[in-house]
């Protein structure tokens, strides 16, 4: 099974057989048929489309493994799985799981936080193959899922359904996959129109630019909100700055031509004294 502190190779191995396991499973379900599969780590339904099937949707719930109660409510909308090239198939497995340690682990980070479930709805054709890439115009399906974070009234935090991609290996938001629905009873629901893995987060939500005085909430920290100065006014104060710097020199010059003077009439007072006691001294002598 696997555990909390299973390393992704022992999950992926662990999934490998599961795989083989609940396709022969899958094998032995008939049609409008639905299969439990419960483990202790594990809760998987199972359900059969057929072309017959008349109903617009087939729904079931999924109990959380944990031990917490909490239940994920699934809705595959019958009619979109009609749609195409799923036209041709005649009958389609639906298959949801809800693990206690998913392999898709979300990583929490200081702005986003794992906030539900993580739960896998996956289709597969009547040979056991997955049936990937849909082209709808509808979601395939909307799961309920309860949410362990509450948000409040604050609007800096909003709920998002985020799905798994398989291919970049990592949790992405993108509402051509699955669209988020926050509903009154504190509930999320996520529409879907890829069969992916899934799960809710609580993200924060950037503020506006316009809200430059409010205090910081943001949980990843702040940087500084004010406008940098426009061209024109660096301009002016680069002009300011060499303006006083010409001004002091001119006032320095000014302050020594000023000054020299006197020192240069002293020095030649000094001059004549010095040159009039050598002549009286030579005048002496004769």
Known sequence: MIASTSSAEQKLNFLKVLEQLTSKLREQVLENQLLELSMKDLEGRIAR?????????????????????????????????SEGTLSSEPSIYIHGEIFANPVEEYSDKCNTKLASPTVSVQLFSETQQP???IDSTIPLFQTTLPVNITRGRNESYSFVCKYF????????????????????????????????THAV????????????ESVCDNPCGCISRKKPLASWAIALIVIGCVSGIVLAAALLIVI???????????KEETSQLKQGAVEEQEYEMY
């Open 201 to 212: 987060s609580l993200d924060y939500i950037q503020a506006s630019e316009n809200d430059a």
């Open 131 to 133: 049936i990937k890439n």
């Open 49 to 81: 489309l057929g072309r017959l099937d008349v109903s617009p949707s087939t729904t079931f719930n999924i109990t959380t493994p944990n031990g917490s109660g909490q239940v994920v409510s699934v809705q595959v909308d019958n009619g979109a799985l």
């Open 165 to 196: 991609d398989e291919q970049a290996g990592h949790w992405q938001n993108d509402t051509r996959i699955c669209k988020t629905i926050e509903n009154a009873d504190g509930t999320v629901t996520c529409q879907c129109y890829q069969p992916v």
């Open 256 to 266: 020594l031509v000023a000054v020299g003077k006197p020192m240069l009439a002293s």
